[in-house]
């Protein structure tokens, strides 16, 4: 089921979601309406809280580039489904341009480690180890700091922030 984003400035993206511990129907269904509504928005990460569930879980949609190479893929097969994340190795810097489901419309450049080592559980309860330095790196950063009830435009400079804060004030006033 499709369901409606929080958005900024609402409270619920500051709270610290709950580890799972329970991996039963229940998270099945949370995981895959965060799919649908993932996809309905056209977005490329999802973190539980997003949909106003503060648990542990969030999904990536690993772009698979399709044989002509013209096409990036969207597909339930590579989706990334991944629940109680734990940074295991945090390397390097780089710095990526970034948008979010809870702060549409608004894409900025902000710093990130180049190099992640999570360990995470799956659906079913099952440990892996996942490593990047590339866009998944990026993402996992992303969606793990909605974990910890952050948001990338804390990322911000001093003077985004406010130029943030002024439009997206003014955008609330037009809506
Ligand atoms: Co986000």
């Known amino acids: ?66 044989e002509n190479e013209d096409v990036e893929i969207q597909s339930f097969e590579n989706t990334l489904e991944v629940i109680n994340p734990k940074f295991l190795e945090q390397t390097g810097s780089t710095t990526y341009t970034e948008g979010c489901l809870s702060v549409p419309e608004v894409f900025e450049e902000v710093d990130r480690y180049k190099y992640v080592k999570i360990e995470y559980q799956d659906r079913f309860g099952d440990i892996h180890l996942i490593e990047d330095d590339e866009f998944l790196s990026i993402a996992l950063q992303h969606e793990i700091e909605h974990l910890n009830g952050h948001l990338f435009i804390e990322k911000f400079s001093y003077i985004k922030r406010k130029k943030f804060e002024k439009e997206w004030k003014k955008r609330a006033k037009k809506s």
Do not use: C, W
């Not at 369901?3 to 610290?16: G, H, M, Q």
């Not at 895959?32 to 990536?60: C, F, P």
């Open 1 to 66: 089921m499709i369901k409606e984003i929080v958005v900024y400035p609402d409270r619920r993206l500051k709270l610290v979601s709950k580890e799972v511990e329970i991996f039963d129907s229940s998270l099945h269904t949370l995981l895959d309406d965060m799919y649908e509504t993932m996809i309905a928005k056209n977005g490329v990460g999802l973190a539980s809280i997003q949909i106003g569930i503060a648990q542990r879980v969030l999904i990536i949609n690993v772009p698979v580039k399709s």
